[in-house]
């Protein structure tokens, strides 16, 4: 029984005492107690989670963001101040690392970031960004991912190419290494979205060029290294006068006409950068010699099938687009 139940029930201090057989003292000091014990105001605790209505709410506007996002890609507009032919660079698969052809990849760069009217565009897997398992094969470079890491900020922001498009390929976007590339370019200056690309190339006097981009496009043949990206214009219908893709360590370049829809669009797959691969040699992969980047001329003022041309060898393209350009 509580001295306060006690001192009630039998009218004071003392008689609570004697009923209790304890001392009148230890009444007085078991009601002080109590009564500091009552002045401790408990908190109430509170359900941290927000009502379910507010949940739905939120998760229904970030798909509504994400609507809004797919239909601002969805061929979204790179405006050059230019009516003139210009070029556009392919950079196939750089994988920036110990089995880079650094040689090729940094003539490329220098022609890409010198020549007037070049513009560049990287089809994704900057970098090998080993992860899970493949993490061992760190051991196997010289280079560890922090400088990797760095090499990917000089080829994106201090290699003095301007780049039109960045795509993500599947070793871009293992352990969050596409937000990470996303966040070099301090400047949002490229377009780097994931995986693929469509956009409208508009030139002075709003001449307009399509171009459908991605790391890699359904499809594959045995026979045919170009099945994927010819197939594009046929199956996806993006209705596009360009399709490259990259991915496969593999290049080649087909042009045909669509009678139906008026178009001779240019289909490319670019080889990439990657040499003296570990992995390709022992599965029985071949390795190409050329390729590893395909320059583009596009001619807004030309009719198809002209419109678009290609040049695996970089330098001659150059050439051309240089004469095209009336010489500067």
Wanted: positive net charge.
């Amino acid at each position: 029984m509580k001295a306060s139940e006690a001192v009630a029930n039998y009218g004071s201090n003392r008689a609570a005492a004697r009923a209790l057989g304890v001392d009148p003292k230890t009444i007085r000091n078991r009601l002080a107690k109590e009564k500091a014990t009552a002045a401790v105001k408990i908190p109430t605790i509170k359900n941290r989670n927000v009502p379910i209505a507010t949940v739905i709410k939120r998760l229904a506007q970030g798909v509504a963001n994400d609507d809004a996002n797919a239909r601002d890609r969805k061929w979204f507009r790179v405006h050059v101040n230019d009516a003139k032919p210009i070029g556009l660079m392919w950079f196939g698969d750089p994988h920036l690392g110990t089995h880079t052809a650094w040689d090729t990849l940094s003539k490329h760069v220098a022609l890409c970031a010198t020549t007037p009217g070049m513009y560049g565009a990287n089809i994704g897997d900057t970098t090998n960004n080993w992860v899970g398992r493949l993490t061992r094969l760190y051991a196997d470079e010289d280079i560890s991912r922090q400088t990797e890491r760095r090499l990917a900020k000089w080829f994106l922001a201090e290699s003095g190419v301007t780049w039109l498009a960045w795509l993500m390929g599947n070793h871009d976007e293992w352990e969050h290494g596409a937000e990470i590339l996303r966040l070099m370019d301090i400047h949002n200056r490229v377009p780097m979205l994931d995986w693929e690309a469509k956009f409208e190339i508009v030139f002075k006097g709003k001449n307009k060029v399509r171009v459908h981009a991605a790391h890699d496009f359904p499809g594959n043949s045995m026979w045919n290294i170009t099945h994927a990206p010819a197939r594009a214009p046929r199956m996806l219908g993006t209705d596009a006068d360009l399709y490259v893709c990259g991915h496969r360590h593999d290049w080649g370049i087909q042009q045909f006409e669509q009678t139906e829809r008026g178009k001779c669009p240019l289909a490319i797959r670019v080889r990439g950068y990657k040499k003296h691969d570990p992995y390709a040699r022992r599965h029985g992969y071949q390795q190409a010699e050329h390729g590893a980047s395909i320059l583009t001329i596009i001619d807004p003022a030309a009719s198809t099938p002209g419109r678009v041309t290609a040049f695996v060898d970089i330098e001659q393209g150059v050439k051309v687009l240089k004469a095209l350009r009336g010489g500067k």
